[in-house]
């Protein structure tokens, strides 16, 4: 089973009430604080809102924070290479030994006893205790990670204050699933005076239905076919497969676009501008292409801090495929400690390398989309064993009555996903209209509204990265 922080009875969820209470409150108060007080106030209601999700990883994150900030001086105002170095060490060794220990535990002991069950060895039982996933433990241990290293590199000045540093770290919009924020990206907005400026509100207001409308009406209503699909519900055949992969692409496209827009709208409603996470990545004519526009800040994190340390494609044919199935594993291993995650990452970076070694650009569309869908179901199965189970259904086919339904269904949430895209694409926008006339936008955030209260799924589903 994929590992999930632990919840209170209400979560904060971005499309529940509560958010939006909070999110009401903090904004109101801060646009009439001086800047300095504006970043306390950040940092204080951003801890609350992690205390909100799990109160006992507070300390987890604040003492990490702490240590980093220190280890960071220390780097920049060391006086020898050498010296510079072990603090470096020292602050890779913890903030991944950290993520780790509380991430993996649980997945290597159970891996190590399915080990020995296939060896014939049984009776050997790991530890009782089960290790808790803090939340947004892998987001804001990237960002500790790329701070600390871009100062090392002299690409980047330390935080002048802990304050400022802390609220980069744990800013509540990003806090819990990203977009992981590039120091040199946020952490100058931090440590300036921020202006309101209404057409910015404005443009975080209509993100924030954006990403409502892409969460409740296309994700939550995806993600009812999806769980049928791969529960077994729609049968195991090839049409059934169709199904259930085609939601869940639907589905995890709206549900981590849809949290993303929230999050940048909620930040610009306070003044600061996230990186843009998604570029209509099912568009994406190779897949290399589509890494460039999906979960963007995820892919050039792995780029930039992984991929080409190794040595990037520098030393030659055969290093460069190995790099990038390395970087692609690690990636996936990120995504949850479970070997379809592994093997997800696996798939897309024997796709990379195989574009490489192709004579053309790359595989083609439909070649593309084939490989992200078929990877898909790894992502979204429970174990390997579901999704080869799955998998196996493409020779047997068979046809239900319901399957011409929810095809309509499908293709009218395909051709509004899509429709919407090819505006953005055509355009350049964040969100639709964005570069229209006030009024076009406004109206156009009404008929969102409208559409996430009358087609909002009944049944909620926790956004799918709040696991990682």
């Not at 440590?191 to 990403?211: M, N, P, Q, S, Y």
Request: glycine residues 8%.
């Amino acid at each position: 089973m994929h590992a999930r922080p632990t919840k209170p009875l209400h979560p904060m969820l971005f499309d529940t009430p509560v958010y939006f209470l909070f999110l009401a409150m903090a904004v109101a108060l801060y646009w009439r604080l001086g800047w300095r007080s504006q970043n306390r106030l950040l940092l204080a209601v951003s801890y609350f809102f992690y205390g909100w999700w799990d109160w006992r990883f507070l300390l987890l994150m604040a003492l990490s924070t702490v240590l980093d900030y220190a280890l960071a001086n220390a780097i920049a105002a060391g006086s020898s290479s050498r010296r510079r170095r072990t603090l470096l060490a020292i602050s890779l060794a913890m903030n991944f030994g950290v993520l780790g220990f509380f991430k993996y535990c649980n997945f290597f002991i159970d891996s190590f006893e399915n080990l020995l069950a296939v060896l014939g060895i049984r009776g050997v039982s790991g530890p009782v205790l089960r290790i808790l996933l803090p939340p947004g433990i892998s987001f804001y241990t990237f960002q500790e990670v790329a701070y600390v290293v871009d100062v090392y590199r002299g690409k980047l000045t330390p935080a002048r204050s802990l304050v400022d540093y802390g609220l980069f770290i744990s800013l509540f919009p990003h806090l819990i699933a990203g977009p992981i924020q590039r120091p040199s990206h946020l952490l100058p907005q931090v440590e300036r005076a921020r202006k309101f400026v209404a057409r910015d509100f404005f443009d975080g207001l209509l993100l924030i239905l954006t990403g409502l409308f892409r969460k409740c009406v296309i994700a939550d209503q995806c993600a009812l076919l999806a769980n049928a699909g791969f529960s077994g519900h729609l049968g195991n055949n090839f049409v059934s497969l169709v199904i259930a992969s085609c939601a869940f692409s639907l589905q995890i496209y709206g549900d981590f676009s849809g949290y993303s827009d929230i999050a940048r709208g909620s930040a610009k409603l306070l003044g600061f501008h996230f990186m843009v996470n998604f570029r209509q990545p099912y568009f994406a004519a190779s897949l290399q292409d589509f890494w460039r526009r999906w979960h963007i800040s995820l892919s050039s994190w792995l780029r930039d801090y992984l991929y080409i340390p190794l040595g990037g494609n520098r030393h030659g044919t055969m290093r460069t495929y190995l790099n990038l199935m390395t970087t692609m594993l690690l990636g996936g291993l990120w995504h949850g400690a479970n070997w379809t995650f592994v093997l997800w990452g696996g798939l897309h970076g024997a796709g990379l390398s195989l574009e490489r070694a192709c004579t053309r650009a790359g595989l083609g569309r439909i070649a593309t989309m084939l490989t992200i869908v078929v990877a898909w179901i790894f992502f979204r199965a429970e174990s390997v064993r579901q999704a080869v189970a799955m998998l196996q259904g493409i020779g047997h086919f068979e046809w239900r009555g319901e399957y011409a339904a929810i095809f309509i269904f499908l293709a009218v949430v395909s051709f509004v996903t899509l429709l919407v895209d090819a505006r953005l694409e055509h355009a350049g926008e964040e969100y639709p209209f964005q570069s229209q006339p006030a009024l076009v936008p406004a109206l156009a955030g009404l008929v969102l509204l409208v559409s996430v209260a009358l087609l909002g799924a009944v049944d909620s589903h926790a956004f799918i990265y709040f696991q990682f």
